[in-house]
């Protein structure tokens, strides 16, 4: 006999998940059947082909912990024109991926589709044809409960939701998850945006601008994947343990061809073995470096004085100096990469070459002209006039001779910006130099003014306000073609050059028509946590609205005095207090601090990890320097002495930013422990 229908709505839904992954194992089933051996005609096209299953095949994972489906939307009319005309209603569950039975009806809807964006847009004063929005809560990846919001009923009250809640403060152990499940309608707004504008997010800490910006990018690679499959996407953090902790959130998502890189990765053109000082540092990252540069890869151009004379068979041809000038300056004028003219440059005296011979009775072609343009003469005239550059080599003349630097940087720099620029000690070659960070920037725009960039379709820049102008233009040259979106908080920019303000930084990037939104609801702080740090705003932001919180959690701020003597073992009890609960620990902490706190830890038994080591259930507590901080949240987070963490800046504007950082990266507690004297504006 058949099973009789369950009665009982959460076990319906429990069936409905056994279900669809049941249908999600079939799909990838049907993928790995696939026999390719009668298909393709090439071994090329049979290698894209095998390339593209298997991409197919890893994007149909089914994660064990990962729900299929974490909303239901039952829609008062249906949506589907073969339902339409019996007026009744439609149901769809919204997941992270599409899942479809054997007939291909649809049992789990992309969150991405636009069927399922009035899981995120729908109020009761906007119900968007919406009856009942139901969420389902998970322990493990076992459905255990679901919550209704019945939109249409006028009757019922609107009410916070509960399972939101939990999910916005499940314990975190792991890399960063995906935000799919509590998307919030100003977010969705972000995550929804055109693929052909850019858009800059200026996030309070907790508002969750990072997970908006990897969802964008989920979503645009869903309603454009042809257009960005071509032209790539790219994701750019702080540093790698940052890029190490959101690295799954864009699988969990199905999406898999997504690069991540640093900006030092970008312009790895140089090993960096050295390090400037910050007034070095800032003057290198300063916009006027990039006309200073321009200067310097044009000044080896020159004029010619006699004339290029071709020997073809028993001819001469005489292009004279003038016509050499002409065409010289001709290309000098135009908006092209100094690489591209000097690749044209022969081609036009050719060319000049070729209109004597016409004169003269000649009918040259094509193959003529090319013949022409790889005469020794011409290739004479253009070695003489427009040299080959090598950016590297470029960039070392230039921080290593004062006269060629004074040359380029005359009304651009001053002396003394000049002598802080310049290396202490010139570099003898490209390989044994000692480049800074800030050196391979300038090595990177050097390498762009001889020879473009590809362009990306679209990138995500994180934390960018601590980019200088000169990064900002790396980045830029990155999606010249493309979209990006700008993720930042002026309040936590800890460089000394750190931007002043958005429509600065996007017009460095050459966007300076992207439209700026900015989050200041936040979800993951903690309401007593964040009001706390924002006493820090006047100070480091002045313009910035302090951010507010939906989470009211009482006690989950402690500030504790302790004795200096004794405060290794107030840090060591904190962490064990902390442990004491679910989910990720961090232990954070002035730089200088952290070889003894490694000491004292390893000493009283207490395992940790550094930034980027992924936490276990063995392995919760994360011992991290405050210049690493950014960017990272854990469950309860200790920190340890504010007044070093400032101190540890080489200014107190910057050392404040890097302690409003460290005291917003808790999620549930925060318990800061300080001997010497809090911060005036913590007091």
């Known amino acids: 006999m058949p099973a009789t229908p369950t009665t009982d709505p959460l076990q319906r839904e429990r069936d409905h998940l056994a279900a669809s992954r049941s249908a999600l194992r079939a799909m990838r089933e049907d993928v790995q059947a696939l026999d390719l051996r009668d298909v393709t005609g090439t071994w090329v096209s049979a290698v894209v082909l095998q390339n593209q299953i298997e991409a197919r095949i890893a994007a149909l994972a089914d994660l064990a912990h990962t729900p299929l489906f974490f909303g239901r939307l039952d829609y008062l009319h249906a949506i589907s024109e073969e339902l339409s005309e019996g007026g009744g209603g439609e149901s769809f569950y919204i997941g992270r991926r599409h899942v479809h039975d054997a007939d291909g009806d649809p049992m789990v809807i992309d969150w991405r589709a636009p069927v399922s964006q009035p899981f995120y847009r729908a109020s009761r004063t906007e119900p968007l044809d919406v009856e009942r929005r139901r969420r389902f809560g998970y322990t493990g990846g076992e459905l255990t409960a679901y919550e209704d919001e019945h939109l249409s009923d006028p009757a019922e009250t609107d009410t916070a939701s509960a399972l939101l809640a939990a999910e916005i403060e499940k314990p975190r152990v792991g890399p960063m998850r995906d935000i799919v499940a509590t998307i919030q309608p100003e977010q969705d707004e972000i995550v929804r945006s055109d693929v052909t504008g850019t858009i800059c997010v200026q996030g309070a800490p907790g508002t969750g601008k990072t997970a908006v910006g990897l969802h964008r990018v989920a979503f645009l690679l869903y309603a454009h994947r042809e257009r960005l499959a071509r032209t790539g996407t790219l994701v750019i953090g702080p540093n790698n343990a940052f890029l190490s902790y959101i690295e799954q959130v864009l699988p969990a998502l199905g999406e898999l061809d997504v690069a991540q890189a640093t900006v030092q990765q970008l312009v790895g053109h140089v090993e960096v073995r050295g390090e400037d000082t910050p007034e070095a540092a800032r003057l290198k990252g300063d916009a006027r470096l990039a006309e200073v540069l321009r200067r310097a890869v044009r000044a080896g151009?020159?004029?010619?004085t006699e004339p290029c004379v071709v020997v073809r068979g028993s001819r001469r041809w005489r292009v004279p100096a003038y016509e050499l000038v002409e065409i010289i300056e001709e290309l000098k004028g135009r908006e092209i990469r100094y690489g591209a003219a000097r690749d044209a440059l022969p081609q036009r005296i050719a060319h000049a070459v070729l209109l004597k011979m016409e004169q003269g009775g000649e009918a040259p072609d094509d193959r003529v002209q090319d013949a022409v343009a790889r005469n020794a003469a011409v290739k004479a005239v253009v070695k003489e006039c427009w040299p080959a550059v090598d950016p590297a080599k470029l960039v070392l003349r230039l921080l290593s001779e004062p006269a060629f630097l004074a040359e380029c940087a005359e009304g651009l720099l001053t002396p003394e910006e000049q002598l802080a620029v310049l290396?202490?000690?010139?570099?003898?070659?490209?390989?044994?130099?000692?480049?800074?960070?800030?050196?391979?920037?300038?090595?990177?725009?050097?390498?762009?003014?001889?020879?473009?960039?590809?362009?990306?379709?679209?990138?995500?820049?994180?934390?960018?306000?601590?980019?200088?102008?000169?990064?900002?233009?790396?980045?830029?040259?990155?999606?010249?073609?493309?979209s990006a979106t700008v993720l930042g908080d002026l309040a936590q920019g800890t460089t000394p050059w750190a931007t002043a303000s958005w429509p600065d930084a996007l017009r460095h990037l050459g966007k300076p028509d992207a439209h700026v939104e900015e989050l200041t609801k936040g979800f993951r702080v903690p309401e007593e946590v964040i009001a706390y740090a924002s006493r820090l705003l006047p100070a480091i932001a002045p313009g910035l609205a302090p951010a507010s919180s939906v989470r009211e959690a009482?006690?989950?701020?402690?500030?504790?005095?302790?004795?200096?003597?004794?405060?290794?073992?107030?840090?060591?009890?904190?962490?064990?207090?902390?442990?004491?609960?679910?989910?990720?620990?961090?232990?954070?902490?002035?730089?200088?601090?952290?070889?003894?706190?490694?000491?004292?830890?390893?000493?009283?038994?207490?395992?940790?990890?550094?930034?980027?080591?992924?936490?276990?259930?063995?392995?919760?507590?994360?011992?991290?320097?405050?210049?690493?901080?950014?960017?990272?949240?854990?469950?309860?987070?200790?920190l340890d002495e504010p007044a070093a963490v400032v101190a540890g800046e080489p200014d107190e504007r910057t050392g404040l930013r890097r302690l409003y950082v460290a005291l917003t990266r808790a999620v549930s507690g925060l318990t800061v422990l300080h001997s010497e004297p809090l911060p005036e504006q913590l007091r």
């Open 423 to 482: 290396w202490p000690k010139p570099g003898r070659s490209v390989r044994t130099a000692r480049w800074t960070p800030a050196d391979a920037v300038l090595v990177d725009e050097a390498t762009d003014l001889v020879q473009r960039t590809p362009s990306l379709g679209h990138v995500v820049l994180d934390e960018a306000q601590d980019l200088s102008p000169m990064q900002y233009r790396a980045v830029g040259r990155r999606c010249t073609t493309g």
């Open 301 to 304: 151009i020159t004029l010619p």
């Open 554 to 638: 009482p006690g989950s701020l402690a500030v504790r005095r302790v004795e200096e003597d004794g405060s290794t073992e107030a840090v060591l009890a904190a962490c064990r207090e902390a442990l004491e609960h679910e989910g990720s620990t961090g232990l954070i902490a002035a730089d200088a601090r952290i070889p003894r706190l490694a000491e004292a830890l390893t000493a009283a038994g207490l395992p940790h990890l550094s930034p980027g080591e992924e936490t276990s259930e063995q392995a919760r507590l994360t011992l991290v320097p405050a210049s690493l901080a950014k960017g990272l949240e854990y469950d309860y987070v200790v």
